[in-house]
């Protein structure tokens, strides 16, 4: 008989009733909620006179919306509203917040890390797509509709049907230049995005025992973009050292950690999808299309029109089959979202900045996920280095990744973005993403185009 991987362990935790194979109810550990997606769940709730049952596991934040020029200046009718409301609504019910302007406030996806309430073993549901990147702390983890967000308030359960298990094991070294970014869009590029639906994607291998907390949030991240709401990785040494001593951590930190220490998939583990992946054949990612499996590395051409979807992106991009990466002429750059907006990931865009100048006529912006992120780089003294280069240093908030706030790329101009998703009209109407790793996005605001970082001196910084 097979053994168990750590999504069946935490699974089998959180089952309720239900049998597999038909929806199953399951108790959910935390509830992060925004100012999006919330309105509706608390007005059913008045409707119904239920209360929140379990406000202590409930956490809000600001983040869609907000400015990050002029932070309270919102001027948008809708996104006033919105932030109002959730403003009266965790007030109402007892929900502990990083309130708009707080020290701790930013992006749900980094907040929920930094405050330490996300852990492994937890079962953690948001009114979001990408709550797939809490994934990377080993707990089971992904986005709710608004309905789900209500039954959740009102039950602390949530009813879902158990789906199929997927192993992706990236494997090697990668070259210098080459991120975690790139591993997911490469795996996305590859194998496209449907290739997830219906799976949990456990991520595992050499190459992301490697890596750090931060970076392996990055491909949890994405792996909506990939098909699946899920994804997962075993907890390890890191894990546990990135939790320890943060606001939310356990009173008994060791004894959580001994359990935590079983939370990993045994060795002879069955799963339903195996995809292997050596890093060390990468090169540096950017998308040229409409979805994010539209990319190439650096040193592809652009694909031949093999539908209608290519010719329509490829319209509306205005770039052509056998075009490369270094032939898109940029306008902006955005560094930011709850993908690459963490303080390493502006730590690494730095090294290409420091001492240099934006090309002329490129709008570059910095806008960190979280405030304690924008203070630790505000210490380091990376604002000033962006700033003395000609960037922007912006609030925190999830900024031009979704053009829900005054952050948006004019129409017709090309972005080079850390963000997660290039759809049509995403990033402001007419907007053109291509989508990147904070290295690319930093050297392509100095060079005005994209440009291969394996070459540059600065890549061999640690």
Same mark, same amino acid.
């Given at each position: 008989?097979?053994?168990?991987? &750590? ?25 992060? @909620?925004?100012?999006? =997606? ?39 009718? @809708? ?5 109002d409301a959730l403003t009266r609504n965790v007030a109402e019910f ?28 937890? /079962? ?15 707990? @089971?983890?992904?986005? @709710? ?6 039954h959740v308030f009102a039950t602390q359960t949530i009813w879902q049907?158990?789906?199929? #298990? ?15 970014? %790139? ?52 907890? %390890? ?14 009173? %008994? ?22 995809? #292997? ?9 950017? =998308? ?45 750059? /955005? ?58 240093? #912006? ?50 605001? &100095?060079?005005?185009? /994209? ?12």
């Amino acid at each position: 008989m097979s053994g168990k991987s &750590i999504f069946d362990k935490l699974w089998d935790r959180h089952v309720i009733t239900g049998k597999e194979g038909e929806p199953q109810l399951m108790y959910v550990d935390q509830h992060y @909620i925004h100012e999006v =997606t919330s309105p509706q769940a608390f007005d059913g709730l008045r409707e119904a006179g239920r209360q929140v049952r379990r406000p202590d596991l409930t956490f809000g934040t600001f983040d869609h919306n907000v400015p990050t020029v002029n932070i309270y200046d919102i001027r948008d009718v @809708i996104s006033k509203a919105q932030m109002d409301a959730l403003t009266r609504n965790v007030a109402e019910f007892g929900i502990e917040n990083a309130a708009h302007g707080s020290e701790n406030q930013g992006i749900v996806h980094m907040v929920g890390p930094e405050t330490g309430k996300t852990q492994p073993g937890k /079962f953690i549901v948001c009114g979001d797509s990408h709550t797939a990147t809490h994934g990377a702390f080993g707990a @089971i983890a992904f986005g @709710i509709g608004t309905s789900e967000v209500e039954h959740v308030f009102a039950t602390q359960t949530i009813w879902q049907v158990k789906p199929k #298990r997927m192993l992706v094991e990236f494997t090697g070294q990668p070259k210098k230049g080459v991120y975690s970014k %790139d591993y997911i869009m490469a795996l996305i590029a590859q194998y496209g995005v449907a290739c997830g639906v219906g799976y949990v994607v456990e991520y595992a291998g050499e190459a992301i025992s490697h890596l750090g907390m931060e970076e392996r949030m990055t491909i949890c991240n994405m792996s909506i973009e990939f098909g699946s709401k899920m994804g997962i990785m075993n907890p %390890d040494q890191k894990t546990f050292d990135y939790v320890k001593g943060r606001p939310g951590a356990p009173a %008994d930190f060791q004894a959580a950690v001994a359990d935590w220490k079983g939370l990993v998939s045994d060795s002879d583990v069955h799963y339903d999808k195996v995809i #292997r992946m050596d890093v060390s054949e990468l090169a540096p990612m950017v =998308t040229w299309g409409t979805n994010p499996s539209m990319g190439v590395s650096f040193d592809e051409t652009f694909p031949e029109v093999r539908d209608m979807n290519d010719e329509r992106a490829y319209g509306y991009m205005n770039l052509k089959p056998g075009q490369k990466p270094a032939d898109i002429e940029l306008g902006y750059v /955005f560094l930011g979202s709850c993908t690459n907006a963490r303080l390493s990931d502006l730590k690494l865009a730095a090294r290409f900045v420091k001492g240099k100048q934006i090309a002329p006529n490129m709008t570059a912006i910095v806008v960190p996920g979280s405030r304690p992120v924008k203070r630790a780089a505000e210490k380091l003294g990376l604002d000033k280095v962006f700033q003395d280069a000609g960037f922007e240093w #912006r609030d925190p908030g999830c900024s031009m990744c979704l053009g829900m706030n005054p952050d948006k790329v004019p129409e017709g101009i090309h972005c080079a973005s850390t963000s997660n998703r290039n759809f049509e009209d995403r990033q402001g109407f007419g907007a053109k993403t291509h989508l990147c790793s904070p290295a690319m996005a930093a050297a392509a605001a &100095i060079a005005g185009r /994209f440009v291969d970082i394996r070459q540059l001196p600065e890549v061999f910084e640690t």
